[in-house]
């Protein structure tokens, strides 16, 4: 079932968001007279349920040169993306809360939910850069007034804050990840469709948008979903490996042209559809006027290997037996043959 990438500024209200989303998606889940609903199942994924610590994202203490290469924010996530790998499927909703404020980890991540034929989508969290800030510094007071009054930390703000609001960001750290921020962009794939709220939506309001992300996942407006070609397993054959079937029908094909063709060109090189079976031949029609020679063979073989390694140009093939690839491999030359004619 469907991934929600929740995505903001730091310190814009996507944790308040992404609990009221769960809340809506567990009433709808749990709603009798919706079927339909029923056979999904709820996670909420988070740096505070993965217990990961916000300075991970610090980059302050580390040389401008090596940032890009930060270990322990790789880390975090690499345990996010596994945690989400584990649960994402048909039948689960994901809701991932965080920054998500990298457009590549978007894009992986809509990969991910893509090849197990989900759909997702991006919760986006409007929020100014002035009240986020607002938002943190009045956290990091409340985190300094905890620190001053010892004896009351367990009594009343440690459990306040554990109900109501997260750590704060170290100042320079919430600068940097508020300039390293990509926006999400409904024009691209991986962000589409783009849902959005601001932090001074109502109940209604929220409410309106949950109804539009919910059909959107598993409502009426869900689409089909289709794995990229080239992630999806084919049957192989079992007379050998893959590769080496494609590799050696490809350069018997290439023998019989060589063996059969005249020295004038343009000849019909017929080739056996299945060797053994009774089945119409191919036909590999050479261009007139001129010999096809051994490099130009070749040359057209590694093109065609590549493309079929590549899953390239695949789209609606099953079975790539011995006999798939001669039919794709001729016409494959034919449409060669023709172009330079």
Request: aromatic share 6%; glycine share 8%.
């Amino acid at each position: 079932m469907p991934l929600i990438i929740v995505t903001g500024l730091p310190t814009s209200g996507k944790t308040t968001r992404a609990k009221q989303l769960h809340n809506y998606l567990s009433e709808r889940i749990a709603d009798s007279s919706s079927p339909a609903a029923a056979k999904y199942r709820l996670h909420l994924i988070s740096d505070q349920t993965l217990s990961i610590s916000r300075s991970v994202y610090d980059l302050s203490a580390t040389p401008a040169h090596t940032r890009s290469a930060n270990a322990s924010e790789k880390d975090a996530r690499a345990a996010i993306y596994g945690a989400t790998k584990r649960v994402l499927s048909d039948r689960d909703i994901v809701i991932l809360d965080g920054l998500n404020y990298i457009k590549g980890w978007r894009y992986q991540l809509f990969c991910e939910a893509k090849a197990v034929r989900t759909p997702s989508c991006v919760l986006q969290i409007g929020c100014t850069k002035e009240k986020a800030k607002e938002v943190n510094e009045e956290r990091l007071r409340r985190r300094q007034d905890a620190v001053d009054a010892v004896k009351d930390k367990e009594e009343k703000n440690g459990e306040e804050r554990e109900e109501e609001e997260e750590d704060p960001y170290e100042p320079e750290n919430w600068e940097n990840l508020v300039f390293r921020y990509e926006e999400p962009n409904p024009m691209t794939r991986w962000d589409s469709p783009l849902f959005t709220l601001i932090w001074e939506d109502d109940e209604e309001q929220t409410k309106q948008v949950f109804d539009s992300l919910w059909d959107a996942i598993a409502g009426e407006a869900r689409k089909l979903v289709r794995p990229n070609q080239a992630t999806v397993q084919r049957t192989r054959d079992t007379g050998g490996d893959y590769l080496y079937v494609l590799d050696r029908e490809t350069q018997e094909i290439v023998k019989r042209i060589l063996d059969q063709q005249s020295d004038d060109g343009g000849d019909d090189i017929k080739i056996p559809r299945n060797i053994g079976s009774n089945s119409e031949d191919l036909v590999v029609e050479l261009p007139a006027g001129k010999k096809v020679g051994l490099p130009q063979l070749q040359r057209l073989r590694r093109a065609y290997m590549g493309l079929h390694r590549g899953g390239i140009g695949l789209e609606g093939v099953g079975n790539m037996g011995p006999e798939r690839i001669r039919e794709t491999f001729v016409g494959y030359l034919n449409d060669a043959f023709e172009k330079d004619g």
